[in-house]
């Protein structure tokens, strides 16, 4: 397949997002940037601006979450909407890369711990790089398991991550690209 056949789908924010974004845009896969009226995003590529009545849509327990992931979640309207579009960027992926913190109990930190596990309720290929653990991992439906970097089969894939990219985690994002589009 010709990499212009693939579509990431991301959140454009800095760090791990706009990582992704600019390696899809190196290699020519193209690029869906879901986004929401006054966020700030660092990827413009293939914006979308999800409306009010797409954000409603995969609205979500704050509570629920906080509950599933073992912290809480604020329960601001940016956080939400933040939520909302992670949940659009999982369901348009047919797999999922996410690069970030594992934690001890399995979810990963952070708002990409919502996208991660909701990524496991729809039961979707999940990659996790972890930067503490500078390895990457794969979903097997009950833990995380150490694997070598893996490749990207799905023509239609979700990257997304933590703000905070470690040149480690911005090396895995490279060597996953090379890898599965091959420069």
């Known amino acids: 397949m010709a990499t212009s056949e693939?579509?990431?789908?991301?959140?454009?924010?800095?760090?791990?997002?706009?990582?992704?974004?600019?390696?899809?845009e190196q290699y020519g896969v193209q690029e869906v940037t879901f986004t929401f009226e006054?966020?700030?995003?660092e990827r413009t590529r293939g914006m979308r601006v999800l409306t009010p009545e797409e954000l409603m849509r995969k609205d979500v327990s704050l509570s629920y979450v906080s509950k599933l992931l073992?912290?809480?979640?604020?329960n601001a309207?940016?956080?939400r909407k933040i939520?909302?579009?992670?949940?659009?960027?999982?369901?348009?992926?047919?797999?999922?890369?996410?690069?970030?913190?594992?934690?001890?109990?399995?979810?990963?930190?952070?708002?990409?711990?919502?996208?991660?596990?909701?990524?496991?309720?729809c039961n979707k290929p999940l990659y996790a790089f972890g930067q503490v653990r500078n390895c990457w991992h794969k979903w097997t439906g009950e833990i995380w398991e150490r694997c070598d970097t893996p490749v990207i089969t799905s023509l239609h894939f979700a990257g997304t991550g933590t703000r905070f990219l470690e040149d480690n985690g911005r090396i895995a994002i490279a060597e996953l690209f090379a890898k599965s589009f091959g420069k």
């Open 6 to 24: 693939y579509t990431l789908f991301s959140g454009g924010a800095q760090g791990t997002e706009a990582e992704f974004g600019r390696l899809a």
């Open 83 to 121: 939520l909302q579009t992670i949940m659009y960027q999982i369901d348009a992926g047919h797999e999922v890369f996410v690069v970030g913190t594992i934690m001890e109990d399995g979810t990963v930190k952070g708002g990409t711990g919502w996208g991660t596990e909701f990524a496991k309720i």
């Open 77 to 79: 309207p940016t956080m």
């Open 38 to 41: 006054g966020h700030k995003v």
């Open 70 to 74: 073992n912290r809480t979640f604020t």
